[in-house]
């Protein structure tokens, strides 16, 4: 039977900084692996991200995003069925930040799925400072993601006091409770700066299985969030930073900017969120630029992008 991990967390979390760490020792050890990425839009920036790892002995696939949950479904039955041929050790699950973890789930006891997977970890990143003023579709999508976690691993852990990461854990906690989800979380919480993670650590994770919990289910259809993408976009590293910050302070609803851009002829990441804006050289790039959020105002949004 193949393994399959499940990676998720909500929308900035660190899910693919996380991925490219524990995939590197998955194939250290002697693995082949397949990641199946799913963004959140039809433009998967994240993969792009991953294409480093990208070898004989591991190998990406995406599921389109921007459809239906009964297409998402299919799509996501149709990639596992290709890697279920493919003599691989295990499969690391990549969901969008915005994902039902029952659908991994139920996926993966359907047939022929069930004959040649089995669950392996799910693992749920948490940005270590967890905004507190969520709206209750991100509230339940937090309890969602965390009620069946094996282990729930704090990112950014560098950047937070004792008293950001202890809110953080009491929040998750909270959220559990609101869903009438009977697990409170202590010892499943790895605390500790990822840069600094061994090879026992990765182990112990690989290991962390998943746990069975109830919880009430609250993800509507029509739940607000959305995805703005913006093409070609022209300008410095120095202009960009100045507009994301200025983004997340007078539009409503954004959670999350990623994209790439040029800028004097050398391409630069953009990772964003409220608590932390990075832009970092990467090799290579595509123009875009992609805003994702819950009841945003895309006029607004658009002020910033306006070439």
């Not at 899910?15 to 199946?36: E, H, M, P, S, V």
């Not at 006891?109 to 089995?118: A, C, I, S, T, V």
Request: net charge negative.
């Amino acid at each position: 039977m193949i393994k399959v991990d499940l990676i998720t967390g909500f929308l900035g979390s660190g899910k693919t900084t996380f991925i490219k760490k524990y995939a590197d020792y998955l194939i250290r050890q002697g693995n082949k692996i397949g990641i199946l990425e799913n963004d959140f839009g039809a433009v998967n920036v994240d993969m792009m991200l991953l294409q480093e790892l990208q070898g004989d002995s591991c190998y990406i696939e995406t599921v389109a995003g921007a459809c239906d949950a009964d297409c998402h479904k299919r799509r996501f039955k149709t990639k596992l069925i290709a890697f279920g041929m493919g003599g691989y050790d295990r499969i690391l699950i990549e969901p969008s930040g915005i994902f039902d973890v029952d659908e991994f789930f139920d996926v993966l006891y359907e047939e022929p799925l069930d004959r040649w997977y089995e669950s392996g970890s799910v693992i749920a990143i948490v940005d270590a400072k967890l905004e507190n003023n969520l709206s209750e579709q991100s509230e339940y999508l937090l309890a969602s993601q965390t009620a069946n976690a094996g282990r729930i691993i704090l990112s950014k852990t560098q950047n937070a006091s004792s008293d950001e990461i202890s809110d953080t854990v009491n929040h998750i906690n909270s959220s559990l409770k609101k869903f009438r989800c009977k697990r409170q979380l202590q010892d499943e919480i790895t605390v500790k700066d990822w840069n600094n993670f061994t090879d026992e650590d990765f182990k112990s994770i690989s290991e962390s299985g998943y746990v069975s919990e109830n919880y009430v289910k609250a993800l509507s259809e029509d739940n607000g969030y959305s995805s703005y993408y913006y093409l070609n976009v022209k300008m410095t590293v120095e202009t960009l930073r100045e507009n994301i910050r200025k983004i997340f302070d007078t539009c409503s609803g954004v959670f999350r900017i990623k994209g790439f851009i040029l800028d004097n002829g050398s391409w630069f990441e953009l990772n964003a969120t409220h608590n932390n804006i990075e832009v970092n050289p990467i090799e290579n790039g595509q123009e875009i630029i992609i805003v994702i959020g819950e009841n945003m105002d895309k006029s607004k949004v658009d002020m910033y992008f306006d070439n």
